[in-house]
């Protein structure tokens, strides 16, 4: 049987590329009909950069929740006039890896997500998001390049 799809999901980092992304993913879901997720992840190794320096877990918790409010506010504010987001989405961790963990654990998701661009020996070294998300994804992915 078909994967269906059944929301549109923008992975948001905050940067010029992924807001390019949730245009993008603004545009298809006004086209479709299908509602607009916004995700983004709290880094993983931002917290234990921030655990290291003695961070108190209710601060981590608070650190977390303004990163996403900042993320998903601009993301709101990009695609305003287009459509309107239905649900946010918070994770924390590797970026990469929750964003498939998300997919599997949600089936008929189309994934809408932004390529930062780095530099080729940087992207063959360390990898890219998007390149691993597309890599063990299993739905439809849209990768924008700005």
């Known amino acids: 049987?078909?994967?269906?799809?059944s929301s549109i999901v923008v992975a948001c980092d905050g940067s010029e590329e992924s807001l390019h992304a949730a245009k993008m993913a603004a545009e298809l879901s006004k086209a479709t009909g299908h509602?607009?997720?916004?995700?983004?992840?709290?880094p993983g190794s931002k917290?234990?950069?921030m655990v290291i320096s003695g961070v108190w877990p209710s601060?981590?918790?608070?650190?977390?929740?303004?990163f996403g409010r900042k993320v998903f506010d601009a993301v709101k504010e990009a695609v305003r006039g287009q459509a309107d987001p239905?649900?946010?989405i918070l994770l924390k961790g590797e970026p990469a890896h929750e964003i498939i963990e998300y997919l599997q654990a949600n089936p008929g998701i189309h994934l809408?997500?932004?390529?930062?661009?780095?530099?080729?020996?940087?992207?063959?070294t360390l990898g890219s998001i998007s390149e691993k998300v597309v890599r063990h994804a299993t739905g439809p992915i849209?990768?924008?390049s700005a």
Do not use: C, I, Y
């Not at 601060?59 to 303004?66: H, I, N, P």
């Not at 809408?112 to 063959?124: I, T």
């Open 86 to 88: 239905t649900e946010e």
């Open 59 to 66: 601060d981590l918790e608070e650190e977390q929740k303004d």
């Open 112 to 124: 809408v997500l932004g390529r930062r661009g780095h530099s080729m020996v940087r992207s063959l």
């Open 47 to 49: 917290v234990e950069r």
């Open 142 to 144: 849209t990768v924008v």
């Open 1 to 5: 049987m078909a994967n269906v799809t």
């Open 35 to 42: 509602p607009l997720k916004l995700l983004t992840v709290f």
